[in-house]
Every structure is written in structure tokens, then in C-alpha cells.
């Protein structure tokens, strides 16, 4: 099965512009999550899509940030403005389900954002 | 509040050597617990997963895990490990009614010939 693909790989903006990313999740997945990895650590989950709707939006700064997921299948996130802590690997997610005990998710490879 | 410790940052071992990644999670009741690698600009892949029942599971790759219930470890072991297992590792935790994973802070591996 195809992969959970993501657009672009890499991207590069200054501090207070504007970014988009974007997600196709793997095909039937109803779940949707958009992971922040900075450097050195772990994932940290933004916001979990279930379908079109929002699950958790708990860890997303709403300030500046920014997803949704259209007709429950693909989803974008932006930022706006970026500040130079963003700089940052995007992460999205897809699994079946919501429940962490059955769905172990599919990543893709992610975005890196560089803040200059 | 759940929360996922891996003690070792970055772990250098010698190709054909044994390995073992350690991991301790803080949990209330019985964790669902995961390992999963990143190879450099790419995802994370599961390896490996616990659920319930055998404690020592198998995962992809030769890779094993063994949930100690009462040491709060989940520690990701091989026996042999081969240059392209060069990557990082973390483990994760997550509650049986939980929406989500969290995950350590990751162990880098080097691989030496």
C-alpha cells in the first residue's frame, strides 16, 4: 500500500512569513495526526484529525498555527507567522482508528522547516 | 500524566555486537508500548509493539523488546547489529483509552565497522 505522503521535503522562509504543508493520508485511514520534532527530541502531537473532524487540538498553538483536513482525507497545517521556534520537522500521521492500542500509526517523512 | 525516559542519547556499538536500548515509562496502569526507528530525513517506523500477554514480543529487523512490569522498562534489544541499523530509536507509551503516543527523547546509534 502507498505510503502517508507529505509535501514539501524541505522549506526554507524567513521569521513572519507564512507556511503550508501538506498531507495525503494512506488510503481508507481515518485518523490524522500532525506531529512537531524538533531537533533532539521526540514527536510532539499538534493536532489528531478524526475525518474531517478535530480530536485533539490541545499541544496546537492557535495563535499561529493553523490545519484542517478536507473531506477527511487530505490535510494541510500552516503557521502564520513563523517564529524561529518552529524550525522544526513536520510530522503527519495516519491510522485506522483513534485508539492507541490497535493502530500504531504510519508516518510520513516529514517536512523540515528551517526559520531564518 | 504519562511520560517516556530513554536514558542514553546516543549509543555507539561495533558491527556484529550485541545491542540493548533502554527505556523506562511512567504509567498508572498498563501501557501500550511501542519502538519505533528514524532513519536521517525519513518517518518513523514501528518496530515493534506491546500490547498485553507474552512480555518479551519480536518485532521487524531482529529486533526484541521485554516489558518488566516491575522495573517500568521496555528495553529494545538485538543480538547482532548490522551498519544499516544505524538510526534513532524511541519508544513511546500510550494508554489503553488514549488518543495519543508520547514519545521519549530518542537514543542515537552509531554503527562501527
Known amino acids: 500500500e502507498a505510503g502517508v505522503a507529505q509535501s514539501p521535503r524541505y522549506k526554507i522562509i524567513e521569521k513572519r512569513q507564512s507556511v503550508a504543508f501538506w498531507c495525503n493520508p494512506i488510503?481508507?485511514?481515518?485518523?490524522l495526526y500532525w506531529y512537531q520534532q524538533i531537533l533532539g527530541q521526540g514527536p510532539k502531537l499538534l493536532i489528531q484529525?478524526?475525518?474531517?473532524?478535530?480530536?485533539?487540538d490541545s499541544q496546537l498553538p492557535k495563535d499561529r498555527f493553523s490545519a484542517e483536513r478536507l473531506k477527511g482525507v487530505d490535510s494541510t497545517l500552516k503557521i502564520q507567522p513563523a517564529k524561529l521556534e518552529d524550525s522544526a520537522v513536520y510530522l503527519c500521521?495516519?491510522?485506522?482508528?483513534?485508539?492507541?492500542?490497535?493502530?500504531?500509526?504510519?508516518f510520513g517523512d516529514g517536512t523540515r522547516l528551517s526559520i531564518l | 500524566a504519562q511520560s517516556v525516559t530513554q536514558p542514553d542519547i546516543h549509543i555507539t556499538v561495533s558491527e556484529g555486537a550485541s545491542l540493548e536500548l533502554r527505556c523506562n515509562y511512567s504509567?498508572?496502569?498498563?501501557?501500550?508500548l511501542f519502538w519505533y526507528v528514524q532513519s536521517p530525513g525519513q518517518g518513523l517506523q514501528l518496530l515493534l509493539k506491546?500490547?498485553?500477554?507474552?512480555?518479551l514480543v519480536q518485532g521487524i529487523k531482529g529486533f526484541e523488546a521485554e516489558f518488566k512490569r516491575s522495573q517500568s522498562s521496555f528495553n529494545l534489544r538485538k543480538p547482532s547489529v548490522h551498519w544499516s541499523d544505524a538510526a534513532e530509536y524511541f519508544c513511546?507509551?500510550?494508554?489503553?483509552?488514549?488518543?495519543?503516543?508520547?514519545f521519549g527523547s530518542g537514543t542515537q546509534l552509531t554503527v562501527l565497522p
Open positions: 500521521a495516519s491510522s485506522l482508528g483513534t485508539g492507541v492500542g490497535n493502530q500504531p500509526q504510519h
Open positions: 488510503s481508507g485511514h481515518a485518523t
Open positions: 484529525f478524526q475525518n474531517n473532524g478535530v480530536v485533539d
Open positions: 504509567y498508572g496502569a498498563t501501557p501500550y
Open positions: 506491546y500490547f498485553s500477554g507474552d512480555t
Open positions: 513511546a507509551v500510550g494508554a489503553a483509552t488514549a488518543r495519543q503516543l508520547t
